[in-house]
């Protein structure tokens, strides 16, 4: 019997799932997704997999502790197919719903090792660590890829791969390693993906409401949406999308909405993941402000709350910051979609 793959939360609805994104996607925020509205299923933080490696303890939180009942895959990069093989044997004592591989991240010092998405210039190795993996994997086996390293000039042959190899789900980010974040994502790419290849596919890329959503899954045939950023920054999103897709309005959020929600994620990163130990004001204001980059694009068009947020250095000064702009008008709606102009992280973007 082949694996289930998850299910829409409203039966018959195109799939959500919460794209992963390296020390934001954790446990923490997961707590605060699912209060707005959990997405279908989650997929970790990539576990990194090389000859020392054991799976991190931190990330293997956010799938023993999964609390919002949603399925969670657990992400591996890495390219070495016997240190694959035992990180997946050591992953599946626990409650995966699945192994994904990435195929796509654009960090040099990543690629650079032919890992993650350095691998789409070498379609031969990708055909042999598919190949080990779906024999290793008796469950749900994924893929998350972007379109190509350079340019598309592999793409097709990798997608056969994901047939020949019987992958279960495909997610594919609409842009080049080289293109990093930034360009128009290639809608168009992932259309090709959806015809090429038997399994469903997730359309990624730029998803910054629910309305984008719908447009995106129209324009690709794709059978979901996995969103990231704009799930930091709005992550009502997924209920937005299910309301959307449903035919009804979509409930807006306000800035009353916004400030409860930054007390929960503040809660929420109270203790370090991996040790339980209380996290020091600092470094917590640091990683409130992470979150906050994104929230901002949505608060005011002048990115007035942006300016002042990244300024602060204590948890008291943060807050004040966010009183102050978001309790002022605390009926005031939080917009859809974000403010043009207004940046998220600018070294990551
Ligand atoms: C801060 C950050 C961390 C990320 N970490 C991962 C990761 O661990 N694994 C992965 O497959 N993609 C990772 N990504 C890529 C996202 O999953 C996603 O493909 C990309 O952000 C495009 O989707 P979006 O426009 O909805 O954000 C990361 C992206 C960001 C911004």
Known sequence: MPAPLPAPAIPGQPLTALAPMQDVTGLAFMRVAAHCGAPDYFVTEFFRVHAQSRPEKHILRAIDENPAGRPVFAQLIGADIAHLL??????????????????????????????????????????????????????????????????????????????????????????????????????????????????????????????????????????????????????????????HFAGRPVTPVTLADVRDHIDRLYDATRLHAATGAPVPEAARVARMKKFLNFTGQSVDADGAFLRDMRRAATAAGLFAVCDRHLLAEPAREFALEPHPGLVARPNCE
Request: with cysteine.
């Open 86 to 243: 035992r990180t997946i044997d050591a992953l599946l004592r626990h409650p995966v719903a699945g192994i994904d591989l990435n195929l796509g991240c654009p960090a040099p010092k990543v690629f650079r090792k032919n890992v993650g998405g350095g691998l789409l210039r070498e379609p031969g190795k990708i055909a042999k660590i598919l190949a080990a993996l779906r024999a290793a994997v008796p469950g749900l086996l994924t893929v998350k890829m972007r379109i190509g390293f350079e340019d598309t000039g592999c793409y097709d042959a990798i997608l056969d791969l994901v047939n020949e190899h019987r992958i279960d789900l495909l997610a594919v980010h609409g842009r080049t390693v080289r293109e990093l974040y930034r360009g128009e994502v290639r809608y168009d790419a992932i259309a090709r993906a959806v015809a090429r290849v038997r399994c469903p596919v997730m359309a990624n890329g730029d998803i910054t409401s629910a309305a984008k959503a719908a447009r995106v899954l129209a324009g690709t045939r794709a059978a979901g949406v996995m969103i990231g950023r704009h799930a930091i920054r709005n992550p009502w999103i997924f209920r937005q999308c299910r309301e």
